[in-house]
């Protein structure tokens, strides 16, 4: 199995800056995509950032320019920096990690979340 710990939330201003980190664990043979999706309150999970084995970066266009999305291949680790944050930011922050497990078994796994709340 694999598992996903996430780390980094909590609550900041408007205006300031935050890095969330997550890190996969377990039986891994090599990582593919490793991305965070967001969930605010009574809204669907909706995708920040992703990010390849091949160093290809997508972003919502919402983060587009403030957020900054990469990853440590040696601590399987992948990190979201997160700049100039706003009130419209605030949510449960998931990320997620696709690869192969031993056996080259496909694996998608999710976090466990973070919340990050953006509040003066």
């Known amino acids: 199995q694999v598992q996903l710990v996430e780390s980094g939330g909590g609550l900041v201003q408007p205006g300031e800056s935050r890095r969330l980190s997550c890190t996969a664990s377990?039986?891994?043979?090599?990582?593919?995509?490793m991305g965070w999706y967001r969930q605010a309150p009574g809204k669907q999970r909706v995708f920040v950032s992703r990010i390849t084995d091949s160093s290809s970066i997508d972003y919502a266009d919402s983060v587009k320019g403030r957020f900054t999305i990469s990853r440590d291949n040696a601590k399987n680790t992948v990190y979201l920096q997160m700049n100039n944050l706003k009130p419209e930011d605030t949510a449960v922050y998931y990320c997620?990690?696709?690869?192969?497990?031993?056996?080259?078994?496909?694996?998608?796994?999710w976090g466990q979340g973070t919340q990050v709340t953006v509040s003066s």
């Open positions: 997620t990690v696709t690869g192969r497990r031993l056996g080259l078994v496909p694996f998608n796994s």
């Open positions: 377990g039986s891994i043979v090599s990582i593919s995509n």
